[in-house]
């Protein structure tokens, strides 16, 4: 499944971050909410996703919602795996970066999978 990894802050010192993982019949909305300053060490309260058509429209949880919130032990894999996206080795690309992504695209796809009933 083919998919682009659009990594976004709203702005420097905004404490909402959102992230897109595009595929080719859905996409994925991902809201980070983080508490502290931005530029110094912020730590992140709460993370959610939704699932949309190409076409905008919200797609509804199996339990008729229109987001997910990330919650216990998928939340302590979240913040590992943001904390990659976000580390000084992936954005200088000292590391595997194409690794990096795809684990973060099946994490939450893996989600997606459990939360939704996509036709």
């Known amino acids: 499944m083919n998919y ?5 802050t709203q702005d420097a010192y905004s404490t909402v971050v959102f992230n897109t ?3 080719d019949s ?9 508490t502290g300053r931005m530029n110094f060490q912020p730590k992140l309260s709460y ?5 949309r058509t190409l076409d905008n429209e919200i797609i509804k949880t199996r339990d008729g919602n229109g987001r997910v919130k990330i919650k216990g032990d998928h939340f302590e894999t979240y913040q590992k795996l943001i904390k ?3 580390s000084y080795a992936y954005k200088n690309k000292l590391m595997n ?18 939360n939704y009933q996509l036709n």
Do not use: C, G, M, P
């Not at 682009?4 to 976004?8: A, C, G, I, K, V």
């Not at 194409?98 to 459990?114: M, N, P, T």
């Open 21 to 23: 993982i595009v595929f």
């Open 4 to 8: 682009t990894l659009e990594l976004n």
């Open 26 to 34: 859905f996409k994925v909305n991902i809201v980070e909410r983080y």
């Open 97 to 114: 970066v194409k690794e990096a992504q795809q684990d973060y695209v099946h994490f939450i796809l893996s989600l997606v999978v459990v």
């Open 47 to 51: 993370a959610l996703f939704k699932v």
């Open 84 to 86: 990659v996206l976000n």
